[in-house]
């Protein structure tokens, strides 16, 4: 299966796939640990193969958050990178701003959740703190249709 990744970095964030033709998907919540988010990426490869291309959110440390949680967004943020270096899969920077406005939405994260379960309704998301999932799905999918207007000369 040819695939993309979506990454929405952060503590709270999640990591998603979403194959090149639309027809499945699956997510997971970011490990809160080095070794666990290793482990994730290190799954996903031995069980999809690797990636097409790794959409990741560009974010960036916000004027009023403390230190140790811009810290921690660093690090989940780097870590992402790693994992593309480590595999050498191709890695696109998307602002939010960017795959929202393609996609329809606003800042409103409840209404990326409600996409994201009606583009996947075989996900759970049913839980408003599942938005940070429906983040990463949606990224992906802004990443799919990206890959695939490329692919057909677009």
């Keep these: 299966m040819h695939y993309i990744i979506g990454v929405d970095p952060g503590k709270t964030g999640a990591v998603a796939i979403v194959s090149s033709n639309g027809a499945e998907c699956e997510v997971w919540d ?36 403390g230190v140790t949680s811009s810290f921690n967004f660093g690090v989940s943020n780097g870590q992402a990178r790693m994992f593309c270096a480590l595999y050498r899969v191709r890695w696109v920077l998307i602002t939010p701003q960017k795959w929202k406005k393609a996609l329809g939405l606003g800042s409103d994260k409840e209404q990326s959740r409600i996409l994201a379960q009606q583009l996947y309704p075989f996900v759970d998301l049913k839980l408003k703190k599942h ?24």
Aim: glycine share 8%; with cysteine; hydrophobic share 35%.
């Design 30 to 65: 970011l490990p809160d640990n080095e070794v666990g988010i290793l482990d994730l990426q290190h799954d996903i490869v031995d069980q999809y193969g690797s990636p097409k291309a790794i959409y990741l959110e560009s974010v960036h440390a916000m004027p009023k958050q």
């Design 131 to 154: 938005h940070n999932r429906a983040e990463a799905i949606l990224i992906g999918e802004y990443g799919r249709c990206e890959e695939n207007r490329a692919s057909v000369g677009l």
